[in-house]
């Protein structure tokens, strides 16, 4: 009777060894944070005012998270966040929000149905309801960039490196760019392709947010001055028309430079 104690007491002391040893060594859950870069749309909108969140990746081993919300009667941006690898592990993103005149920390999720779930730490869960966001409903990210997103983004003269195998090459195809042209109209680009020649896309909007132009298809073809208003090579003398100087010195040595005032930035790097 005793041996059987014994064995019975060693027996359920294993178990509950193991069981430990179990639970210490679950992974935490990891989410493919890149599966959800676009524009995510609030669905059930409790008074917080924010309208949507964006997911970008500015740079290789990086993605932002920027809240759009209303402020007055004008859109705004509420927040904007950025994450390294490690805590893109991680299956929630911290952030905060300035909500009643404090700053309430939140964290970004995802549901079982592949929704945006933004909800207060535990220690502030009273403060602000939980909200949740489903993808906007287009072909592509690219036709999903308006005007007003292109707005809130800081463009330079900068040139840009498109040479591919390089660690800073900004033209990989997929990449979305805003632009101004020299006439100081806004728009976006995306690089359609980047080998033998850069191909790319775009749009111009007018000052109402219009599409003034759209441009399917256009190869960067050889190394000049290229007219994105009118869509063409401009050989002028001077090229006081063209908005980008395109460098194609090697295959891969190449870059795009912006030229008579004109400028640009990456807004998703794919």
Sequence with gaps: ??????????????????????????PTPQVSWDAYIGKWENINAFGSNLDRIIITRKEA???????????????????????????????????HLLWNKREVPLQLGITTSRKLELRAVES????????????????SFYQQVTPTD????????????????????????????????????LGKIQVRSNDLYLSLRWQIWSSD?????????????KSGY????????????????????????HRTIRRLEPVNAAAFALYHLD
């Design 226 to 249: 290229y007219d994105l208003d009118d869509g063409k090579l401009d050989d002028t003398p001077d090229h006081r028309y063209s908005d980008f100087y395109w460098s194609l010195e």
């Design 150 to 185: 292109a707005g809130s983004v800081q463009l330079a003269d900068t040139p840009i490196n498109g040479g591919p195998g390089y660690p800073d090459n900004h033209l990989t195809s997929g990449s979305i760019l805003i632009f101004q042209t020299n006439e100081r109209r």
């Design 61 to 95: 081993d990086r993605l932002s998270v920027q809240l759009w919300g209303s402020c007055g009667t004008q859109e705004c941006e509420r927040g904007l966040f950025s994450y390294s690898s490690p805590e893109l592990k991680k299956p929630t993103l911290p952030l």
């Design 1 to 26: 009777m005793l041996k059987q104690f014994l064995e019975f007491r060693w027996v359920f002391v294993l178990v509950i060894t193991l069981g430990s040893c179990e639970k210490e060594g679950i």
């Design 124 to 139: 502030d869960a009273n403060a602000f309801e939980t909200e949740y966001f489903s993808w906007v409903q287009t072909a």
């Design 209 to 221: 947010g219009t599409i003034d132009r759209s441009i399917d298809y256009f190869p960067f073809y």
